[in-house]
């Protein structure tokens, strides 16, 4: 028998934050990356943290900066840290879509995580939350397991509804009763597949996409759930 899914984009949505953001901060901080790295993202960090810019420029200046240098890490070395962070921040999560996996799990759904950072990382972070599968980025790793900062299928990645098809079929579940739940119009693609889209915490794009189809939307901030 097919089995409902749930589709959860990670980021902002379950993490109170991004996985990226925290490691390069935590490679920073170890001294696995040079604190002028951080200068490589500054601007964008500052825009946005200013309401000057948007959050999905300060987010792609981090990507790009840790896949510039990534580059030549040790992958043991990147799966101390990578544990090192979700020990310190695993449980900044929001309640919303913690207890929605819960609800969806105790109702027989599947549930399936998609991501842009590290999948080392989000298959740490989702370990203990009930995820039965995780999609992230796989980064290519070469001789003497150093990394070569190449995403390996980026391409796949990067098309969340890709995803989303390849695992119905391979995982043999059914989109019939399924859920979705995003914050960016990245997430719109997966979100236009699934009968119940949920859009949490939606940034601009995101939300006024949403009005127009017609779609939930709800922002949880401090102690309070809103359903908009």
Known sequence: ME???AI???DG???RSSMVIELVEALIEEG???KDVAKEYEREYRTWFEREGGYEEYINAVVKTFM???KGVHYGTFCDISKRVVERQGKRVYQYT???IKELKKDGHYILAISQSPKTTVDEFCRNLGFDKVYGRIYEIGPQDLFTGIVVDEHLIMNKAT???????????TLKGSV????TEGDIPFLELVERPLCFNPNKNLYQHAKRMGWSVIVERKDVIYHL
Do not use: C, W
């Open 32 to 34: 696995i990356f040079s």
């Open 8 to 10: 959860f984009d990670v």
């Open 163 to 173: 995803i989303v098809r390849r695992a119905v079929q391979k995982e043999h579940l």
């Open 180 to 183: 979705g739940v995003g914050d």
């Open 98 to 100: 913690r207890d929605l």
């Open 3 to 5: 089995q409902k899914v």
């Open 13 to 15: 949505t379950v993490f």
């Open 68 to 70: 510039k240098h990534v």
